[in-house]
């Protein structure tokens, strides 16, 4: 199933960039983000390393030339240590569940790049509606064909 929404995330994501021009955090990213629907923490973690990724990208903008593959490569970077940051960090101050921890290491700077380039609120809104909408679109793949 996890195959099957990826896919079905990025047929949503290329769509609903055709359609508005608004980018939903890049093409996989709805994907990723339908498959811990169920789990809405990690999203919300997620989102949280992008924005923490974005602010420190525009701190070190003031001081490094970033832009192109290099701002690219250091948003996912950031991303990815912002992620790393919670795996580590988490567990020792939270006694609760597990679960919370971001989305993959890639997605967070993916969304990042994307909220750097565009305004937030386009971003977001794109993300939420292309992740709901292929969350419910396997969804009823599952109800029909099985």
Not at 7 to 21: H, K, N, P, R, Y
Not at 44 to 64: E, M, V
Not at 96 to 112: E, F, K, M, T
């Amino acid at each position: 199933m996890a195959l099957e929404t990826l896919l079905v995330g990025v047929v949503v994501a290329l769509a609903f960039i055709e359609i508005s021009g608004v980018w939903p955090g890049g093409i996989i990213v709805p994907g990723y983000l339908a498959l811990s629907l169920d789990r809405p923490e990690r999203a919300a973690w997620t989102l949280a390393a992008a924005f923490l990724a974005l602010g420190l990208y525009r701190l070190l903008g003031r001081y490094l030339l970033l832009f192109g593959r290099r701002r690219f490569a250091v948003m996912l970077l950031l991303g990815a240590a912002w992620a790393a940051a919670g795996v580590i960090l988490l567990p020792r101050l939270a006694s609760g569940p597990s679960d919370l921890r971001v989305v993959g290491w890639v997605i967070p700077g993916l969304i990042a790049n994307q909220l750097g380039r565009q305004k937030p609120l386009p971003t977001l809104a794109g993300l939420a509606t292309c992740t709901i909408a292929t969350h419910f679109i396997v969804q009823l793949g599952m109800v029909l064909f099985q």
